[in-house]
T-cell receptor, first 110, second 117 residues
Framework: SQTIHQWPATLVQPVGSPLSLECTVE??????LYWYRQAAGRGLQLLFY??????ISSEVPQNLSASRPQDRQFILSSKKLLLSDSGFYLC?????????FGPGTRLTVT | AQKVTQAQTEISVVEKEDVTLDCVYE???????LFWYKQPPSGELVFLIR??????QNEISGRYSWNFQKSTSSFNFTITASQVVDSAVYFC??????????????FGRGTSLIVHP
């Protein structure tokens, strides 16, 4: 069966510090992968998606970037965090048509 | 462009009541997919159901049932005899067929369901 992992679970970072969030999927090959952010108020904002290694599509211009160095690894990064980057970050992979989400990372930028 | 509307921001019920969460969608495609997800307080979104545009059969899974009506562009979700554990935010989503396989879904803003004991 497929499993999706995200870490860390929670993170508190000062403004201006770098960020690296990692997501890995097990039990499937060449999955479509997605990064979402959920700020207070519940809405899901798609940040990046990837249909294969090295292929990244950005949905929202911002100070975040994503990379897919391996088939089942998806990384979200920032060189300098802003206060507005605080939120709940979710990684997902696509099954047949639905998405399966990881446990999420709660990021607080102070 | 696709759009999903969940007009109910928050619903509060007492345990054992039935509750229906509404979802209305817009799409120009004839082939599309509809989904419901549950987000409990822990935060992880859990996939509940997928419906294809060419399959209007309603579905029942235990206390959960889904009513898909293309004529009204709605995909409503009913919980029968609600329980406290049903308290969560529920998201409806729509995905159109996309060449290249990207399948980017559009999510509604979610409905927060609070079930009181």
């Amino acid at each position: 069966s497929q499993t999706i992992h995200q870490w860390p679970a929670t993170l508190v970072q000062p403004v201006g510090s770098p960020l690296s969030l990692e997501c890995t999927v097990e039990g499937t090959s060449n999955p479509n992968l997605y990064w979402y952010r959920q700020a207070a108020g519940r809405g899901l904002q798609l940040l990046f998606y990837s249909v294969g290694i090295g292929q990244i599509s950005s949905e929202v211009p911002q100070n975040l970037s994503a990379s897919r160095p391996q088939d089942r690894q998806f990384i979200l990064s920032s060189k300098k965090l802003l206060l507005s980057d605080s939120g709940f970050y979710l990684c997902a992979w696509r099954g047949n048509y639905e998405q399966y989400f990881g446990p999420g990372t709660r990021l607080t930028v102070t | 462009a696709q759009k999903v509307t969940q007009a109910q921001t928050e619903i509060s019920v007492v345990e054992k009541e039935d509750v229906t969460l509404d979802c209305v969608y817009e799409t120009r495609d004839t082939t599309y997919y509809l989904f419901w997800y549950k987000q409990p307080p822990s935060g992880e979104l859990v996939f509940l159901i997928r419906r294809n545009s060419f399959d209007e059969q309603n579905e029942i899974s235990g206390r959960y049932s889904w009513n898909f009506q293309k004529s009204t562009s709605s995909f409503n979700f009913t919980i029968t005899a609600s329980q406290v554990v049903d308290s969560a935010v529920y998201f409806c989503a729509l995905s159109e067929y996309a060449s290249g396989g990207s399948y980017i879904p559009t999510f509604g803003r979610g409905t927060s369901l609070i079930v009181h004991p």
